[in-house]
């Protein structure tokens, strides 16, 4: 384990406590803050209990803590004396104790007893006295246009910034300021005039903890987790790894939260993997687990009754969700989804078909899938759809498509059909997805898809520009399976490398690109006499018999799989034109009731229906 080192923000305050009057810490400021309380143990606490115990080591007599809420508090010290201290440090503020005998002295104040307190804290002698401002976002309305209290208490700290000068302090006779911390939120929750171009207050930035804070505090929160109390030490380093690779871009206070959850659950510590999903989405057992097995294993003949002549595809997609059932390559950094597929090939050869039976195997309805139609998100600020708008602007309160449906239901197939008609903006954001499986919703909610299975359909490479700026095509019907591929795969890896300039996108999905076959003779075949079959069903269960002379049916065949260019879409398009559309006509004209037996046959190259 490497040695502890403080937090960088901490490090940086105390170089400039000689230097700086004022400091602003913005940020990560309501998170804990980790501190090493004894050589090699780590804790963690929050961040006025940091500046608490570092500021009076740096030599400062007292610290005195102001909210909006409780006024005036100088935080619980360990022995009476100091206790004292405080009560008698906050009287020479000027202010009313409550009750001074209790371990942490009040006085109550607000916003006036602030703007007071600030000369007077910057006259007082002795050994240095700091002033913390908790909670200093909720000091104003609108930072630009403070009312006159708020001016009164910003303009005062301005002038004291400028005018105060160091003292020396401490055995050492080093400088020190009777100091001023801010604690907002964001830098912009402050007046600029206040911060900006003032090089007597100091702004902090206060970061989201990195790999090393993370790691640095597991050790401490592990040891709370049941059967980690002898536990053998390589079982824990696997199972520290998994907590700090697991909670990455989460807070210290979420890292705490998860030991707790394990604790109250019974989780082990060789599954703190499943407590931090367990948090990150909310369901208490791994639904992949759950499964049945034999629905997985028998799935290929179900699948194929429905996407036609796209073995290779089918196969593909089966392995990632037996990936995802087993669990191989479950030890995915960070968040990232459970599997990822791009399907590319020509139009009506049963992509999104796809995807609705991979869904209807998953949770026995194909309506379960999040389905999003990329077209429909090829404006540039189209990406606030999806996440949600930004505060200030309309439709912030509601949410993101995208960010709400995932959060309500983690578990889930989520098609992204037509990737190629979205705004290039869009592709950052699925860039996100697919390297940290994590989004920020408008309103800064983190949203996981570490239990999603992302799926694009795309017609990519099907056609392309030649070399007068032409759209011909790339492919055509009678080119081979593997020609096909090859060519779709070149189209599409010049597009994103080229045309969009996000070869990394490429880069995640790897080799899950999905390229589908033209629907070929025999398939489109038995795509049509299955879609005959269920339109002469359909109207069968009216109780109206449709029986097809053969003259007609081998006709209607041949007009249906003619042109395969559009696949199965394009049969049906065939079939409505020439079977459909004048069979309702014809039912309609001749008043067909339950209990009627009609004829379909063709006369003279025209559609006849007699009733029998």
């Not at 790999?211 to 824990?236: I, K």
């Not at 049963?350 to 999003?372: P, V």
């Not at 983190?446 to 999603?452: C, D, I, K, L, Q």
């Not at 398009?573 to 004209?589: K, M, S, T, V, W």
Request: net charge negative; glycine share 8%.
């Amino acid at each position: 384990m490497p040695a502890y080192v403080k937090p960088r923000w901490l490090r940086d305050m105390l170089r400039f406590l000689p230097l700086k009057s004022q400091f602003v810490l913005s940020g990560n400021v309501r998170d804990l803050q980790t501190c090493e309380v004894a050589p090699d143990k780590v804790t963690a606490q929050p961040l006025v209990n940091t500046l608490v115990d570092e500021l009076k080591g740096a030599g400062y007599a007292q610290l005195v803590v102001w909210n909006p809420v409780t006024g005036f508090t100088v935080p619980e010290s360990y022995d009476q004396a100091a206790a004292q201290s405080g009560a008698e440090t906050l009287k020479r503020l000027g202010l009313t104790v409550v009750d001074e005998e209790q371990a942490s002295p009040v006085a109550p104040g607000g916003i006036d007893l602030l703007t007071a307190s600030l000369d007077r804290l910057a006259a007082l002698p002795g050994d240095p006295v700091a002033l913390v401002v908790d909670f200093a976002s909720r000091l104003t309305v609108r930072a630009e246009t403070p009312s006159a209290a708020e001016h009164a208490l910003f303009t005062r700290a301005l002038v004291l910034a400028h005018s105060v000068a160091p003292r020396p302090a401490g055995a050492a006779r080093s400088p020190f300021f009777n100091t001023i911390i801010w604690i907002v939120d964001k830098e912009g929750d402050l007046p600029d005039w206040l911060l900006i171009d003032n090089p007597r207050i100091r702004h902090i930035p206060v970061a989201k903890p990195d790999r090393a804070a993370r790691l640095a505090l597991s050790g401490a929160l592990l040891r709370g987790v049941p059967g980690a109390q002898g536990a053998a030490p390589d079982l824990l380093a696997t199972a520290q790894a998994a907590f700090v690779d697991g909670t990455e871009g989460l807070l210290l206070a979420d890292m705490n939260a998860i030991a707790t959850l394990a604790r109250v659950e019974g989780v082990t510590v060789e599954k703190i993997g499943d407590a931090v999903r367990r948090y990150k989405v909310g369901v208490s057992e791994d639904p992949w687990l759950k499964i049945e097995r034999d629905k997985i294993r028998n799935a290929d003949t179900f699948i194929r009754q429905r996407v036609k002549g796209q073995a290779h595809a089918v196969t593909h997609m089966l392995d990632l969700v037996k990936r995802a059932m087993t669990g191989v390559g479950s030890q995915r950094k960070g968040n990232r989804p459970r599997g990822v597929a791009f399907l590319a090939g020509p139009t009506g050869v049963g992509k999104t078909e796809l995807a609705k039976t991979i869904t209807s195997l998953l949770f026995g309805d194909e309506s379960a899938y999040i389905r999003f139609d990329m077209s429909e998100f090829s404006a540039e600020h189209a990406d606030q759809r999806l996440i949600g708008a930004p505060p200030g602007y309309v439709g912030y309160d509601v949410g993101g498509e995208l960010t709400n449906a995932i959060r309500e239901r983690p578990f889930s197939v989520v098609l992204f059909d037509e990737i190629e008609k979205a705004h290039p903006r869009i592709l950052d954001k699925f860039l996100q997805i697919l390297d940290d499986g994590v989004l920020t919703s408008g309103r800064g909610d983190r949203v996981y898809f570490s239990e999603a299975l992302i799926v694009f359909t795309s017609n990519l490479g099907i056609y392309r520009q030649d070399e007068t700026g032409q759209r011909v095509a790339n492919v055509m019907p009678d080119d081979g399976p593997q020609a096909i591929r090859a060519k779709v795969l070149g189209e599409i890896e010049r597009h994103f490398k080229l045309v969009l300039n996000r070869p990394e996108i490429l880069n995640r999905i790897g080799e899950n690109i999905i390229v589908f076959d033209f629907i070929r003779k025999d398939v489109a075949t038995e795509i049509f006499e299955q879609m005959v079959r269920t339109v002469i069903d359909d109207i069968a269960a009216q109780g109206i018999a449709i029986e097809l002379d053969a003259g007609f049916s081998d006709a209607l065949r041949a007009r249906c799989i003619g042109d395969l260019s559009n696949g199965g879409r394009g049969i049906r398009n065939q079939l409505e034109a020439n079977l459909l559309n004048p069979l309702a006509r014809g039912l309609f004209d001749q008043d067909g009731q339950a209990g009627d037996r009609f004829l379909v046959s063709d006369q003279a190259g025209a559609f006849h229906l007699q009733k029998r």
